[in-house]
């Protein structure tokens, strides 16, 4: 069974401050990852998938497998980062997603 | 550039009134997919269709039915509303195949009283 953890509901950070929302998945194949962001009244959008291996709105993250981890990292935290991020794994036609961690960036 | 449109946005109903909810892709994509969105829960798969002729269900698929009309259209019915499906309801698209990243409509807001 394909499964997402993330155990933050909030993350709240100062602007300039480092970025880690935490995802743990599980998952028996090759995973395929994503990370989605929800900005507040927007639509569900792609930030990133771990097979493309690129930095989007300086935001990064790296497939562990060994600790079966996709972390999202960024370096310096601004306001507009503020919004909900979603985790999701890739399989059988289907994505599972996370339930979601709220970043709020405080000025 | 559409995407994917949802309709209606918002929608308030009886408990045990039915309701269809609408959701079409410009992007000739295979799969489509239904789900609904609730505070602490995330996003879970109500139902979806890997390719146009099939659907499937997903992680919470009790009191929803589906039809795929053809290869853009994929909606969503609930025949008798429970407040317990007060939700916000989110339609996506996407290639074949789990690996293929997601395309979202804005949503159905839908309260059920």
């Known amino acids: 069974a394909q499964r997402v953890t993330q155990p933050e509901k909030l993350l709240s950070v100062f602007k300039g401050a480092p970025v880690e929302l935490k995802c743990n998945y599980s998952?028996?194949?090759?995973?395929?990852l994503f990370w989605y962001v929800q900005y507040s009244r927007q639509r569900l959008q792609l930030l990133l998938r771990?097979?493309s291996r690129e930095s989007i709105k300086g935001f990064t993250a790296d497939l562990n497998k060994g600790e079966t981890s996709f972390h999202l990292k960024k370096p310096f935290a601004q306001e507009e980062d503020s919004a909900m991020y979603y985790c999701?794994?890739?399989?059988?036609?289907?994505?599972?997603f996370g339930t979601g961690t709220q970043l709020k960036v405080e000025l | 550039n559409a995407g994917v449109t949802q309709t209606p946005k918002f929608q308030v109903l009886k408990t045990g009134q039915s309701m269809t909810l609408q959701c079409a892709q410009d992007?000739?994509?295979?799969?489509m997919y239904w789900y609904r969105q609730d505070p602490g829960m995330g996003l879970r798969l109500i139902y979806y269709?890997?390719?146009?002729?099939?659907?499937d269900k997903g992680e919470v698929p009790n009191g929803y039915n589906v039809s795929r009309l053809n290869k853009r259209e994929f909606s969503l019915r609930l025949e008798s509303a429970a407040p317990s499906q007060t939700s916000v309801y989110f339609c996506?698209?996407?290639?074949?195949?789990?690996?293929?990243?997601?395309?979202f409509g804005d949503g159905t807001r839908l309260s059920i009283l």
């Open positions: 269709s890997a390719s146009e002729g099939t659907t």
């Open positions: 992007m000739n994509h295979n799969s």
């Open positions: 998952y028996s194949g090759s995973p395929e």
């Open positions: 996506a698209s996407s290639g074949l195949g789990g690996d293929q990243p997601q395309h």
């Open positions: 999701a794994l890739g399989g059988g036609n289907k994505l599972t």
């Open positions: 771990h097979i």
